[in-house]
């Protein structure tokens, strides 16, 4: 079965300062992964995703993510945090034998940028 | 990408009355899905609807409570029916456009409250 974990409820930083949201996943096989963003009262907007390839991918908003096969990690990483980056980030995995395309999300990150 | 339409964005509903909630998709797409997010936590993936056949439902949703439909490649609707105040969620539609390696797009959502 697939998994997927966020350990960080909340991530706080200063505006300027590097971000990174931390996610590591379970999954047989080469895992589909993906990164999502929640605003508020809105719906998800997709960040990025790695699929086979250059393990670091870009994506969005100047948002990138490092897939780490040894470490079965997804890290988002952002080098300059702005203060609209504030909201609700999902680690989601799929799993390429599954043909339907369900995804399996993290329990979420709240990140915070203070000016 | 995919643009998609989803009704009603809120509601408020009375224990024990039922809400179908709608989801337009502006192209054809193969693959439809129903989740939920519960107050403070992750999405939870409650069915794949199915063109022209019977919703798959994950473990822990059943089609009484949940009924589903999708006439077309564009559109389907959720039920939730005999509500309580557990059903309180919002309630996300999400479409991916072909089998494979692509990423999923989510509507705006509709968020339930039952009292």
């Known amino acids: 079965a697939q998994s997927v974990a966020q350990p960080e409820d909340q991530v706080n930083v200063a505006e300027g300062n590097p971000l990174t949201v931390k996610c590591t996943y379970s999954?047989?096989?080469?895992?589909?992964l993906f990164w999502y963003v929640q605003y508020p009262n809105r719906g998800l907007q997709f960040l990025l995703k790695?699929?086979?390839?250059?393990?670091l991918v870009k994506g969005s908003y100047g948002f990138e993510a490092e897939f780490n096969k040894s470490q079965t990690s997804f890290h988002l990483k952002k080098p300059s945090a702005l203060v609209s980056d504030s909201a609700l980030y999902f680690c989601?995995?799929?799993?390429?034998?599954?043909?339907?395309?369900?995804?399996?999300f993290g329990a979420g990150t709240q990140v915070v940028v203070t000016p | 990408s995919a643009v998609i339409s989803q009704k009603p964005s809120r509601d408020i509903c009375q224990r024990g009355t039922s809400l179908t909630i709608q989801c337009q998709v502006d192209s054809q797409v193969t693959m439809m899905f129903w989740y939920r997010q519960q107050p403070g936590q992750s999405l939870t993936l409650i069915a794949t609807a199915n063109q022209g056949s019977e919703a798959t439902y994950e473990s822990g949703f059943v089609i009484d409570k949940f009924p589903i439909s999708r006439p077309n490649l564009t559109f389907s609707t959720l039920t939730v029916s005999n509500m309580s105040p557990e059903d309180s969620s919002i309630y996300l539609c999400?479409?991916?456009?072909?089998?494979?390696?692509?990423?999923?797009?989510f509507g705006q959502g509709t968020r339930l409250t039952v009292v």
């Open positions: 989601a995995v799929r799993d390429p034998t599954d043909s339907w395309g369900k995804l399996q």
């Open positions: 790695y699929i086979t390839g250059d393990n």
């Open positions: 999400s479409v991916a456009l072909l089998v494979g390696d692509t990423e999923a797009f």
């Open positions: 999954v047989s096989g080469n895992p589909y």
